[in-house]
């Protein structure tokens, strides 16, 4: 691993999880798959789905090269690799809520666990001081009010769709999963990791770029997860909405490119960087 990576420590136990979760993404979406779409005829969730089981494996494929290439000295993986994790545990939240209680239930338990534990050493090995130091230059208060306001447009949504379902039990049924996963998951940490950028926080920097390409894959996943399901005779989905979630992720690709430009852009004025040889990691 490169040593001048601004990891406090080791990339092992993050591998390992990565791995773990990544396996699992793919039994999950191969029995999903391979089922046919009556497993999910209860759902109505385009996150809970065959399409959602097929879109799901390109977060795998991400994840799986963000550690390749993070574990090979590359900074803007090493950045982006959070963002795949946290992605996999916001998409099998609503798995765990809403998909048939079968013992497939254990696997979906896996990847969000392992997911989740592999996002928390990331956290805390990549050292955001030395990330605000790098990125110095860097748009961070515009950054952070584009999450922010991402964050709470998100929760205005998320009040209307619930204000909307009371008194509909089937609606209810049906979106409470994926409600539940943006409530308390997908959401919170945009505003979180918005204000903490806007106010050129460490962990800001650390954060950020993991959570535009949540963002990001969040529109790209729906599409993918929606056009199957149309064509597949699953959860339809109106073209509209699906046009929204594309906007939107656009947006946050977008963003995300710029922050880490700006990055780069610094890198190469000062080539050795404002790294502290004592913030590197070493090996695993």
Do not use: C
């Amino acid at each position: 691993m490169d040593k001048t990576l601004p990891v406090r420590h080791g990339l092992g136990k993050a591998t390992g999880a990565s791995v773990a979760a990544a396996a699992a993404v793919v039994v999950a979406s191969g029995v999903g798959l391979g089922a046919g779409v009556g497993r999910y005829a209860q759902s109505q969730s385009v996150l809970v789905s065959q399409g959602a089981d097929a879109a799901n494996l390109i977060v795998v494929v991400l994840v799986l090269a963000a550690l390749w290439f993070a574990r090979r000295g590359s900074l803007t993986a090493l950045l982006l690799w959070p963002g795949g994790l946290f992605y996999l545990a916001y998409a099998y939240m609503p798995y765990l809520i809403g998909a048939p209680f079968t013992p497939l239930l254990f696997d979906d338990a896996v990847v969000f666990l392992a997911a989740a534990f592999g996002l928390a050493s990331l956290s805390t090995a990549i050292d955001g001081t030395a990330l605000r130091e790098r990125f110095s230059g860097a748009p961070a208060r515009a950054v952070g009010a584009f999450l922010t306001v991402i964050g709470v447009l998100a929760y205005a949504g998320l009040v209307v769709t619930a204000v909307s379902a009371f008194g509909s039990s089937a609606t209810e049924a049906a979106w409470r999963g994926h409600w539940v996963a943006d409530w308390i998951l997908g959401t919170p940490v945009l505003i979180l990791a918005g204000v903490l950028l806007w106010a050129r926080r460490p962990f800001g920097y650390t954060a950020a770029p993991g959570l535009l390409l949540v963002s990001a894959l969040g529109g790209v996943v729906f599409a993918v997860s929606a056009v199957l399901d149309n064509l597949t005779g699953g959860i339809r989905t109106d073209l509209s909405v699906v046009v929204v979630h594309l906007v939107i992720g656009a947006a946050s690709l977008a963003v995300l490119i710029w922050f880490l430009a700006t990055g780069r852009r610094a890198e190469r004025r000062d080539p050795k960087g404002h790294l502290r040889r004592g913030a590197a990691a070493g090996t695993t």
